[in-house]
Structure formats: structure tokens, C-alpha cells
């Protein structure tokens, strides 16, 4: 069936550091991807996506890129700020399992200090 | 325009209760499903709706069930509550049920079954 690995977490990284959080994703056909990110007691929230392979989706600094060859969506962001502090999740949905049905990771939490 | 709203925000229930939980769509959103958020098994999907009908359903026992209504409210209903049922219940809406359209979050009702 179709499934998201993401990396464990917490992540923790000093201000303006580089951030990488790693995505692979198994799914019959041409999946959709997306990044959401959850802040503490709030729902999720819609960071980027992607439709189709070699698509780059963008948001507020962050990027991820739809790999087919590496079944990847991996997550990066340049310089991080302390209000990146959240968990995010990498998911997809898929014709075959019909696509309101968003299969999420596991989660992975980012702490940042000043 | 209003997000996604759902009722109660919190709620105590104990073992062999039934709850009722709501979601209001954003307006003009016909797309609802819900989502069962626990620390053990993460994110996992519950059904979803389109026009009052369901459309999927995941992997949950019978004490699961839910509805929409025709103007696109849904509820979601567990009987005899277990232990286990203690979750953040999420409910996403979007405007068609296609990979496509983003769906949009609500904040979660957090069910605790004591």
C-alpha cells in the first residue's frame, strides 16, 4: 500500500542554520505530495506541494522537490527562524486510494534557539 | 473567510459513553474528512464526504461512523467509547474531492476517555 517515511525527529538547530528534513514515500502511479506543519495546539497547515514529478513547491522559505526516481519529497529551508519551531509532516494522497485520502509520516518535530 | 470550525474543542468522556463531534467547512466547501490524531499511531484517516455521501473509509471499527449534511456540515460519531479513542480528532475540508484542491484544517477536538 502506499506509505511516507520521514526522518525522526526533534531536529534541533540554531537560528539561520540550514534545515534538511528527509521525505521518501511508496505509491502505485503519480502520487501527490505536501509538507504540512502543525504548531502546538493548533490543526495542520498546508506548507507546499507538488502534483508531478520534477514540480518544486515553495512557501515561505521552505522548498521541497517531487523525485520520482528517489521517491523523495525531502524539506529545506536556507536560514530557519525560531518561528519554524513546529512539526511537520510529509504526506501523499493517490488516485488509487482516492485523493482526499492523505496518508501522513510520522511527524517531525523542529526545535530552533535564539 | 472563516476557516474550518469545529465543536467542542475539548471534551471528557469515560469508557462505554458516545460522543459527537462537528465540523463546519469553509463556505462554499462540499469535501470533508476526518482525521484521528494519537501519539502511537500518528495520523491516520477516519472517511470522508462529498455531497452527503461517503466516499472512503479508513481502517476503523464500526464504532466509527459519520455524516454530512446538505449543507456541508459533518459530524462524526464514536459508541462505546474505549480507552484507546482518546485522540485529537481533525477535520479537513476542501472545495472538490481531487488531489488538486488543498485541503484546510481545522484546529481538532481533543477527546479524552477516562
Known amino acids: 500500500g502506499n506509505s511516507v517515511t520521514q526522518m525522526e525527529g526533534p531536529v534541533t538547530l540554531s537560528e539561520e542554520a540550514f534545515l534538511t528534513i528527509n521525505c521518501t514515500y511508496t505509491?502505485?502511479?503519480?502520487?501527490?505530495l505536501f509538507w504540512y506543519v502543525q504548531y502546538p495546539g493548533e490543526g495542520l497547515q498546508l506548507l507546499l506541494k507538488?502534483?508531478?514529478?520534477?514540480d518544486k513547491g515553495s512557501n515561505k522559505g521552505f522548498e521541497a522537490t517531487y523525485r520520482k526516481e528517489t521517491t523523495s519529497f525531502h524539506l529545506e529551508k536556507g536560514s530557519v527562524q525560531v518561528s519554524d519551531s513546529a512539526v511537520y509532516f510529509c504526506?501523499?494522497?493517490?488516485?488509487?486510494?482516492?485523493?482526499?485520502?492523505?496518508?501522513f509520516g510520522t511527524g517531525t518535530r523542529l526545535l530552533v534557539s535564539p | 473567510k472563516a476557516g474550518v470550525t469545529q465543536t467542542p474543542r475539548y471534551l471528557i468522556k469515560t469508557r462505554g459513553q458516545q460522543v459527537t463531534l462537528s465540523c463546519s467547512p469553509i463556505?462554499?466547501?462540499?469535501?470533508v474528512s476526518w482525521y484521528q490524531q494519537t501519539p502511537g499511531q500518528g495520523l491516520q484517516f477516519l472517511f470522508e464526504?462529498?455531497?452527503?455521501?461517503?466516499?472512503n473509509k479508513g481502517n476503523f471499527p464500526g464504532r466509527f461512523s459519520g455524516r454530512q449534511f446538505s449543507n456541508s456540515r459533518s459530524e462524526m460519531n464514536v459508541s462505546t467509547l474505549e480507552l484507546g479513542d482518546s485522540a485529537l480528532y481533525l477535520c479537513?475540508?476542501?472545495?472538490?474531492?481531487?488531489?488538486?484542491?488543498?485541503?484546510?484544517f481545522g484546529p481538532g477536538t481533543r477527546l479524552t476517555v477516562l
Open positions: 463556505s462554499g466547501h462540499r469535501s
Open positions: 507538488a502534483t508531478k514529478a520534477d
Open positions: 464526504y462529498f455531497s452527503e455521501t461517503q466516499r
Open positions: 505509491a502505485t502511479g503519480y502520487p501527490s
Open positions: 479537513a475540508s476542501s472545495l472538490r474531492p481531487t488531489g488538486a484542491d488543498e485541503q484546510f
Open positions: 504526506a501523499l494522497s493517490a488516485m488509487n486510494t482516492g485523493f482526499q485520502k492523505l496518508v
